[in-house]
Nanobody
Framework: QVELAESGGGLMQAGGSLRLSCTAS????????VGWFRQVPGKEREFVSA????????YYHDSVKGRFTISRENAKNTVYLQMNSLKPEDTGVYYC???????????????????WGQGTQVTVST
């Protein structure tokens, strides 16, 4: 069983940057698909980005393409989400999630992930 811990959230002005980290313990992170989701009150968790196990192919929601970059540092068992050109609509609680058996067609669905971190708040002001 893998445990996930997010860090790096905070308050940022529009146009700024933040980097979120998702550090895994208990298992090797390259064995998992790791996704980032965000949630605002009253709404379901929204897919942001994912990195596929082993080969590391990356996927993004259209709203963050060209602004966010997901990456993985195997030596630190950590997946990052670099967020540039932040917008107020990027505000939310960001969660990382992991699953060993996901197939490509399922990576955007929160319900498909077995393991979740506690979340980190990102607030983007105007």
């Amino acid at each position: 069983q893998v445990e996930l811990a997010e860090s790096g959230g905070g308050l940022m002005q529009a146009g700024g940057s933040l980097r979120l980290s998702c550090t895994a313990s208990g298992r090797t992170i390259t064995d998992y698909v790791v996704g980032w989701f965000r949630q605002v009150p009253g709404k379901e968790r929204e897919f942001v980005s994912a990195i596929f196990r082993r080969g590391g192919h990356t996927y993004y929601h259209d709203s963050v393409k060209g602004r966010f970059t997901i990456s993985r540092e195997n030596a630190k068992n950590t997946v990052y989400l670099q967020m540039n050109s932040l917008k107020p609509e990027d505000t939310g609680v960001y969660y990382c999630a992991a699953d060993q058996r996901l197939i490509l067609s399922s990576i955007r669905r929160a319900v498909e992930y077995d393991y979740w971190g506690q979340g980190t708040q990102v607030t983007v002001s105007t």
